[in-house]
């Protein structure tokens, strides 16, 4: 073996390139350690954690997901191996089939640091501090991702100050990193998307079909897909879908279709809220309590000129909003010129009959909206193809049908066979969820649906912007 003279010794030739090759690699003593660099960035809480001039959007997950691996770098096996680090770009890049943009995750700046690896540029310990950036940044990518997942990529409250959905407590940070150690990543994501039929069906469809879909079309299913992100993971086996642009009601159990039927909705100046909700109970024959709204607009107006209105359209005055009030008012005892809605202390409702607009079948499910599904007289607005006539309300074309269904109660099929105002009380509740899905796939087909609100173009200005810090 050929041996180096150096000072009278002879020194092997493997200890000179293991000195090499340590004056390459090593941290120069001057140089802070990759730990020390991470530390400066996150133990600030009181600061927004950067990297160069970009905010992270998991501001309130990051400092806990590296409390997790004793605040030491998480991805450094990811970013230091090539293949393992074209596996995460992978996952990112895959998520545009859930109607999210992978460039919302870090991506552009994840591709620079691969360019960057793969030239050794990286190898200089001049550049620890972007071997730090990178593992901020994937840890933000996938804490976001996580959470877009599983809450949806704009807050329902945003489109509705209304809106309220309860979501099970998830605790991201932990569930990454359990993902982080299996190397089960991409497959712990889908775990946190809506179990629901409708959208596995509609991300196959952006998934097989995207290419030859127009970008109206991209953006109604993309709408649709955030749209059943905002629904709470329910595993019931049966729940009802209320879709508003579509016009339809669906009773579903598991992946089957029990019921399709037709649905009138709220007009445009009233239009039908976007809400989640449990029927709990069924009114038979049902009076109808008169809005503060439709008191104002349409019963003052008439009474103040005709005496006999009441009488000839079967409305009473309950001196109480109870519901079991019995003490009638004789509407000429009131000086109806003196009366507004605001004064008005009574209640007005409508006795059961072919004249009351609930029709024979009411289902309950107390919200603050005070919408709820209901049977019709006037049947023919079924024949429209845009039924758009409620002030709110969901009318609904076969309400028997779906009461003995729900309350597996064949007598329902015949509701006049029952008292006025008979209340039955389901064995359980059954999750409704009322919602605007513009795109719907039906046998492997993809229906779309007019923004008849236009709520759909108020949606994707949002899912546009960056996302929010969380």
Not at 30 to 40: G, K, N, R, T
Not at 452 to 464: A, F, P, V
Request: glycine share 2%.
């Amino acid at each position: 073996m050929r041996m180096v003279k150096y000072i009278g010794k002879s020194i092997p030739p493997f200890l000179i390139s293991l000195s090499v090759w340590l004056l390459q690699t090593c941290v120069p003593l001057d140089q802070p350690s990759l730990e020390f660099i991470l530390q400066s960035k996150i133990k600030d809480t009181t600061q927004l954690i950067h990297v160069h001039h970009d905010t992270l959007y998991a501001q309130s997950q990051l400092r806990q997901l590296y409390t997790f691996s004793g605040n030491q770098l998480i991805w450094r096996s990811y970013s230091s191996d090539p293949a393992r680090l074209k596996k995460l770009i992978e996952i990112i890049e895959k998520v545009k089939n859930d109607g999210l943009n992978p460039y919302d995750y870090h991506l552009q700046r994840i591709y620079e640091y691969q360019r960057q690896f793969n030239s050794n540029h990286l190898r200089n310990p001049k550049h620890q501090s972007e071997i730090v950036n990178i593992d901020l940044l994937l840890s933000d990518a996938f804490l976001t991702l996580a959470f877009h997942h599983y809450t949806g990529r704009v807050h329902g409250v945003e489109m509705n100050s209304d809106w309220e959905c309860y979501f099970d407590q998830k605790n991201l940070p932990s569930f990454l990193w359990k993902a982080i150690a299996t190397d089960s990543i991409g497959e712990a994501l889908l775990t946190l998307d809506p179990p629901y039929h409708q959208y596995t069906e509609l991300r196959r469809m952006l998934e097989v079909s995207g290419q030859s879909l127009t970008t109206k079309q991209i953006n109604k299913i993309t709408s649709s897909m955030e749209r059943w992100r905002w629904l709470p993971k329910l595993r019931d086996s049966l729940f009802l879908t209320v879709n508003i642009p579509a016009f339809r009601l669906k009773l579903h159990s598991h992946d089957s279709t029990l019921i399709d039927m037709k649905t009138i909705v709220g007009i445009l100046e009233k239009p039908t809220p976007i809400f989640n909700c449990k029927i709990s109970h069924i009114i038979v024959r049902p009076r109808w309590n008169v809005p503060t709204s439709i008191l104002e607009e349409e019963i003052l107006p008439r009474v103040s000129v005709d005496t006999l209105f009441f009488a000839r359209n079967h409305f009473k005055i309950l001196r109480t909003w109870q519901d079991n009030d019995t003490s009638f008012i004789n509407p000429s005892s009131i000086i109806w010129d003196s009366v507004t809605a605001e004064n008005f202390p009574y209640r007005i409702i409508q006795t059961s009959g072919f004249w009351n607009p609930l029709g024979d079948i009411k289902f309950m499910f107390p919200n603050q909206y005070e919408v709820y599904l209901h049977d019709t007289p006037n049947r023919s607005l079924f024949d429209q193809e845009v039924r758009m006539f409620s002030h709110g309300c969901i009318r609904i074309e076969r309400a028997a049908e779906l009461a003995a269904l729900l309350s597996q109660n064949d007598s329902l099929r015949y509701p006049q066979l029952f008292r006025e105002n008979e209340r039955r009380d389901l064995n359980s509740f059954i999750p409704i969820f009322i919602n605007y899905w513009t795109a719907w796939i039906e046998n492997g087909k993809a229906l779309f649906y007019s923004d008849i609100y236009g709520t759909d173009s108020l949606l994707q200005i949002e899912i546009r912007k960056s996302p929010q810090i969380f």
